[in-house]
C-alpha cells in the first residue's frame, strides 16, 4: 500500500521513446523491416542489407532513394516526425509503407545508430550519430547519393530486452523470411541481403513477379504454380497459385500483399483455403502468392503499429473476388470437374482411403482422355503411354479431342434437362451434367468482354431517341464514364436539364430493352463506384450484362442446349462460369457402377 504521497513526473523524451521501442523494435527483424519501408518509401530501386550476428551485432541498409535534406536529419529521430502524413485526414489514404513517424527514433533510443545520406540537390552528404537516442556528432561527409543507416548493439542499453532474444541465427532467419517477402513485394526493387559476409537471397529489380518466386523458392516452385489475374473495381488480384502437390503443412506459404505491403488476413486465408477445399487433405495449406490492388480509402492499416494487419472495409467483396479468382486459378485450363470428387470433399477422412481417392489429390486423373482407348487409326496419334508424364499434354489432349472439342459434338447425346436447370448428355464412357445458367453466363461473359476489350460492340441508331431523365448522382457517373459508355455501345447526349438522349444502343441487349440495359448498367455503377479504372468497370458492365441475361432467359429447348454446348467449345476456359463455378461436371461409367456398388 502507498501511504506516502508519490509525485508525478513527466518522463522525458528519452525515456518515452525507450518506453515506445517496445512498441515498434521487438527484435532485430523489426529494425529491418522499418529501415527497409524507409528505403523503399524514399523511392529506392537497390536496397541493400547487411546483418551480423543476426542483426543483434549490426544491421546496415544502404538504399539509393531520395536522402534527407540536412535539416530533416535530426527531426527524423524525434518522435513522431515523419514526412509522410500531415494530419489524421492523411490516415486514410495511406500509400507509403511507414507513416507514423516513431521508427527511427524508437530505433535510436535502443541502439546505436550512424545515418549517411545525400539528396541529389545537395553537393554535400552528411554523417550523423545518435546513440541511447543522444545526439553524438553531425557532420559532412562524402557519400553517395541516398542513405545508408547502420544499427548497432540493439538493446545496449535495456539488458532486459536483450536477454529475451533468441540465438543470432534464428534472429537471422527471421530476417531471411522478412527479406523473402520484401523480394516478393517489391518486384521492381533489387535487394541484396548478406549475413555475416555471405549473400544469402538477391533479386534483379527486373519487376518480373516469376523472377522473384524463382529468387526465394527456387525453380520447381515456379513450374508448379498459375497465373491469375482478376479485376473488378474495389479489388484487383494477380499472383501466383500452387497446383495441389505444393501444399504445406502451415499458413507460411499464403502471402498476401495489400498495395505493395505483406499483410496477414484472416478473411484472404480463409478465402484461399476454401477455394483450395476441394483439392486438399485436411491439415495442408496451399501455397499462393496473391497481390491486391484495393483503394486505399476501403483499407485500414493503422490497427498495429507493426502494420501487418489490415482491415478491409468490403471484407465480403474481397473474400469471393479471392475465391472466384483462386478457383480460376487452380482450375485453368482444368479438366471437368469430377462429380465424385466434389462429393467427397466434405469427407476426406486420411486414415480410411476411398476407392476414388486418387481424385482427391491428384486433378490430373480425372482426365476422360487417358482412359479411352483409341478407336480409329488416326486417333493414335494422340494417344500417349498409359504413365503419364505431369501436367500439360493431357490437357491439350482433352482439349483438341475432349468432350468439349467441336469434332466429337457428333458424338454427344443428349439425354435431357432435370430440374429446369441441368442437362444430361452421354459421351464415350462418361456421363456429363451442363449448368445451363453457369454454361450461359459464361458464354456470354467471355463473348462480352471479348467484344469490350476488342472494341467491336455492335451499336446501332434508334430514332427516336429513347429520353432519360437521371438524378444528380446517376448524370455524374454518366458524365464519368461516357466513353466507357460510348465502347459497350450506348452513344448518350445531353438533352436539356436532368434529360438525356440515347441514340444509339448495343445490338446485343441480352434479352433486356435499350432502357432497362441502360439503367441496369448506370445502377451497378453507381452503387459500385467509384472507381477510376477503365478496365475495371467494363469488366462489371461485362459480369452484370451477364447475369441479367441469364436471370431473364431460363427456358431452353434441346436445340438451344446443343447450340449452348457447341458455344462452350470456342471458349478459352469452358470449365468454369464468371464465378468459378463449375460449368460441366461428369459421372464415368464406373463412377456409376460404385455408388450402385456393383463394384468396390
Ligand atoms: P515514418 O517512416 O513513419 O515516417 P520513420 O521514423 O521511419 O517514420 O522515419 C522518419 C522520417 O525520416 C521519414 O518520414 C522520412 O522523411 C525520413 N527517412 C527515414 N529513412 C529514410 C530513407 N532511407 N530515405 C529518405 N528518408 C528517410
Ligand atoms: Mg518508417
Known amino acids: 500500500m502507498v501511504n506516502t504521497m508519490q509525485m508525478i513526473n513527466i518522463l522525458d523524451d528519452q525515456t518515452i521513446n525507450k518506453i515506445a521501442a517496445g512498441e515498434v523494435v521487438e527484435r532485430p527483424v523489426s529494425v529491418v523491416k522499418e529501415l527497409t519501408e ?37 527531426l527524423a529521430f524525434l518522435r513522431h516526425a515523419t514526412s509522410k502524413i500531415h494530419s489524421a485526414e492523411d490516415l486514410a489514404g495511406i500509400s507509403s509503407l511507414g ?53 548497432k548493439d540493439l538493446f545496449y542499453n535495456t539488458p532486459a530486452r536483450r536477454k529475451f532474444l533468441k540465438s543470432s541465427a534464428t534472429e537471422g532467419n527471421y530476417i531471411t523470411e522478412l527479406v523473402e517477402k520484401l523480394i516478393l513485394s517489391h518486384p521492381d526493387i533489387s535487394f541484396k541481403f548478406t549475413s555475416d559476409g555471405r549473400v544469402r537471397l538477391a533479386s534483379d529489380g527486373s519487376g518480373d513477379i516469376k523472377a522473384c518466386i524463382y529468387s526465394v523458392f527456387g525453380r520447381q516452385s515456379v513450374t508448379a504454380m498459375t497465373d491469375i489475374e482478376y479485376v473488378s473495381e474495389n479489388c484487383s488480384i494477380t499472383g501466383f497459385v500452387g497446383k495441389p502437390e505444393t501444399a504445406r503443412q502451415n499458413r507460411n506459404h499464403e502471402l498476401f500483399f495489400v ?6 488476413s484472416k478473411i484472404l486465408s480463409q478465402a484461399v483455403e476454401e477455394a483450395y477445399k476441394p483439392y486438399l487433405m485436411l491439415h495442408k495449406f496451399p501455397f499462393v502468392i496473391l497481390y491486391y490492388d484495393i483503394p486505399t480509402e476501403l483499407l485500414d492499416v493503422n490497427v498495429h503499429p507493426a502494420k501487418t494487419e489490415i482491415r478491409f472495409m468490403e471484407e465480403r467483396l474481397v473474400s469471393s473476388v479471392t475465391i472466384t479468382s483462386v478457383t480460376e486459378g487452380i482450375t485453368k485450363k482444368e479438366l471437368i470437374s469430377d462429380a465424385l470428387r466434389q462429393e467427397s470433399e466434405e469427407r476426406v477422412v486420411p486414415d480410411m482411403p476411398e476407392p476414388f481417392e486418387h481424385n482427391l489429390i491428384k486433378p490430373s486423373d480425372k482426365s476422360p482422355a487417358p482412359a479411352r482407348i483409341p478407336t480409329r487409326e488416326s ?11 505431369e501436367g500439360k499434354p493431357e490437357q491439350e489432349t ?23 436447370t441441368y442437362w444430361i448428355i452421354e459421351y464415350e464412357d462418361k456421363m456429363y451434367i451442363i449448368d445451363q445458367h453457369a454454361a450461359h453466363e459464361k458464354v456470354l461473359y467471355e ?12 451499336s446501332q441508331m434508334i430514332s427516336p431517341p429513347f429520353i432519360v431523365t437521371l438524378s444528380p448522382s446517376e448524370e455524374e457517373v454518366v458524365r464519368q464514364y461516357i466513353s466507357e459508355f460510348a465502347e459497350i ?7 436539356g436539364q436532368k434529360e438525356y438522349a440515347l441514340s444509339s444502343v448495343p445490338v446485343e441487349l441480352f434479352g433486356m430493352s435499350p432502357h432497362d440495359y441502360f439503367l441496369s448498367v448506370l445502377d451497378d455503377i453507381a452503387e459500385n463506384r467509384p472507381n477510376k ?62 455408388l450402385f456398388k456393383r463394384i468396390v
Open 447 to 458: 463473348r462480352f468482354s471479348k467484344q469490350i476489350v476488342q472494341n467491336s460492340v455492335i
Open 99 to 151: 507513416f507514423r513517424g516513431e521508427a527511427l527514433s524508437s530505433v535510436a533510443s535502443v541502439s546505436k545508430v550512424e545515418v549517411m545520406t545525400k539528396t541529389k540537390d545537395s553537393i554535400l552528404g552528411y554523417r550523423y550519430r545518435i546513440s541511447g537516442g543522444r545526439e553524438l556528432s553531425f557532420d559532412e561527409a562524402g557519400v553517395p547519393e541516398g542513405t545508408t543507416i547502420i544499427v
Open 533 to 594: 479504372q477503365p478496365a475495371q468497370i467494363k469488366d462489371r458492365i461485362a459480369t452484370m450484362a451477364c447475369k441479367a441475361a441469364v436471370k431473364g432467359n431460363m427456358r431452353m429447348s434441346y436445340t438451344e442446349a446443343d447450340a449452348l454446348i457447341s458455344q462452350l467449345f470456342t471458349l478459352d476456359n469452358p470449365y468454369n462460369c464468371p464465378h468459378g463455378r463449375p460449368t460441366v461436371i461428369s459421372f464415368s461409367q464406373s463412377d456409376l457402377e460404385k
Open 398 to 420: 482433352l482439349f483438341k479431342e475432349g468432350f468439349l472439342s467441336e469434332d466429337n459434338h457428333s458424338k454427344h447425346r443428349i439425354i435431357g434437362q432435370v430440374f429446369d
Open 38 to 74: 524507409n528505403a523503399i518509401d524514399a523511392g529506392s530501386t537497390s536496397v541493400s542489407i547487411e546483418i551480423k550476428g543476426g542483426g543483434i551485432d549490426s544491421i546496415r541498409v544502404t538504399d539509393n532513394g531520395t536522402g534527407i535534406n540536412r535539416e530533416d536529419i535530426p
Open 259 to 264: 498495395n505493395g505491403r505483406c499483410v496477414k
Open 489 to 495: 455501345g450506348f452513344t448518350i447526349e445531353h438533352f
Open 379 to 389: 486417333e493414335i496419334s494422340y494417344s500417349r503411354p498409359v504413365s503419364y508424364p
